[in-house]
């Protein structure tokens, strides 16, 4: 045990290596999360006023938004969750703060707590003899005694208002991450939908701006988005609200994360985006989503080796999540190691059977293989999970495009999505399997305009390898910033 380990209702907190261990586990702590511990623990049992948080967790900053530190409370709240530790052992005291229930490690209850578990609560009492008449001035003195009685009754119902609506929109935030994690188009706008909501409850969120941007960046079409207003001002573009949110608060990791998705997969400011993603790496060095991106964006560039480190320290984060296994199956296709990448990305589906992202890149594989019919029930099902369709619907799609011949199935995928830009990269790499090279090209330059998520890696995509030479292509790929 540290000499910094610190015993909880239930569990143990060790701030030197900014580890929590509970019944079900250990978890590792960001700094920020450690901080905001630390600076409970320096005044155990006892409420600690935002200020104090403020000045021990984002040291210098003149103010922080009230949304980044309910969220970073709510994150906290689910690592105790995950240990086995009770949640409500990090205790909001309506109006005044935080506090951090202590207790023994063999786990004591709530109702166990005792004396130290009293609320502290703001002492609203005025003492009427504070207001005794002075030279006939006795009705100003009550009079004032009133009003100041009104003020603290008022600020303190306001007070608890506010920060209760705060943890309701962190809560909010955390529930439409979780359906941002899940990608599928139905859960993206959910996941619109409630953070929109909270903006109407806190329409300055950090957490909120972020998530949004990234929701409506994931869920495809053109840049515009439906017009919100964040303090007078109107923003429009996935761009306006990541470089808001992170401007409202630099130290939020999640929107230098947002941001530096956008830049890449939207701008394809490759360099900005690397350098956004490293920042929120070193905010939340826990976070793999991060590093996944950035080993998209290594990989996009031409430096896969630099992308399968990065993939491969995100995997050692979340060894039981489908993501990280999913997006190193894609950078094994681009490597064209395509057996490599069909067996990992089935390992990311046996974890998760509805992974769209896994079951694309395998489909990819066996497109390179020539392996049509398991490339068209791939797609099938990766198409159906993305729109949210059930097997009969899956299974019909499959039956509308499949024919025995590969010619026949291309030129029917290219029939049935003709009129659909998502698709224009993949028209692209349907007319090149029927070796119709001036189409595919012509496919291309239109996904560089309307910008498709794949078209991020066309300069590495081997399926485009016989295009290399054709200035066009390379035309493409300068245009995009591929280099």
């Not at 155990?44 to 403020?54: E, F, H, L």
């Not at 560039?301 to 999540?321: F, K, N, S, T, Y």
């Not at 064209?336 to 069909?342: L, V």
């Not at 291309?444 to 309307?450: E, M, N, R």
């Amino acid at each position: 045990m540290s000499d910094r380990t610190i015993l909880l209702i239930g569990g143990e907190l060790d701030l030197e290596r900014r580890e929590l261990r509970g019944p079900s586990g250990a978890q590792a702590l960001t700094p920020r999360q450690a901080a905001l511990l630390a600076a409970l623990l320096a005044e155990p049992g006892q409420a600690v006023d935002r200020a104090a948080i403020q000045a021990q967790v984002w040291p210098g900053r003149a103010a922080i938004s009230s949304g980044s530190l309910h969220q970073l409370v709510f994150e906290i709240r689910k690592l105790f969750e995950d240990a086995g530790i009770d949640p409500d052992s990090l205790e909001t005291v309506q109006g005044r703060g935080y506090r951090l229930a202590m207790g023994d490690v063999r786990g004591v209850s709530v109702a166990e707590r005792g004396a130290a578990d009293i609320a502290v609560t703001p002492d609203s009492t005025v003492d009427a003899k504070t207001f005794e008449p002075v030279a006939g001035r006795s009705r100003i003195g009550w009079i004032g005694a009133g009003v100041l009685a009104v003020a603290i009754a008022v600020g303190g119902i306001w007070g608890t208002s506010h920060w209760r609506r705060g943890e309701r929109v962190a809560a909010i935030c955390a529930e439409a991450y979780s359906l941002i994690d899940r990608a599928s188009e139905p859960h993206l706008a959910q996941a619109n939908e409630l953070f929109r909501s909270a903006l109407s409850l806190e329409p300055g969120s950090a957490l909120a701006l972020a998530g949004l941007a990234e929701a409506s960046a994931r869920f495809g079409g053109g840049a515009k988005i439906p017009i919100i207003n964040v303090a007078g001002q109107e923003m429009s573009t996935f761009q306006q609200l990541a470089r808001e949110a992170v401007r409202r608060d630099p130290d939020c990791g999640r929107c230098q994360g947002a941001l530096g998705y956008v830049l890449g997969t939207r701008d394809f400011k490759i360099q900005e985006a690397e350098a956004t993603l490293a920042k929120a790496v070193t905010l939340e060095p826990s976070v793999w989503r991060y590093r996944v991106w950035l080993a998209q964006y290594h990989t996009a560039m031409g430096h896969p080796d630099q992308g399968l480190r990065e993939i491969d320290e995100a995997i050692r984060l979340a060894p039981v999540e489908s993501g990280p296994l999913a997006d190193k199956a894609g950078i094994l296709y681009f490597l064209k190691r395509y057996d490599d990448a069909i067996a990992l990305a089935d390992r990311a589906v046996a974890i998760n059977p509805r992974s769209e992202p896994a079951i694309d890149w395998r489909s990819r594989a066996h497109l390179m293989k020539h392996m049509y019919r398991e490339y068209v029930d791939d797609r099938g099902a990766a198409t159906a999970f993305w729109m949210g369709w059930a097997d009969e619907a899956r299974e019909a799609w499959i039956d509308r495009v499949w024919r025995s011949n590969p010619q026949d199935t291309f030129g029917r995928l290219i029939a049935v999505n003709a009129d659909n830009p998502t698709y224009n990269y993949e028209r692209a790499v349907w007319h090149m399997v029927r070796d119709e090279r001036d189409l595919a090209m012509a496919d291309l330059q239109k996904a560089a305009v309307s910008r498709p998520y794949y078209i991020l890696f066309v300069k590495v995509d081997p399926v485009f390898e016989p295009l290399h030479s054709d200035a066009r292509f390379q035309q493409i790929v300068r245009n995009l910033g591929l280099g």
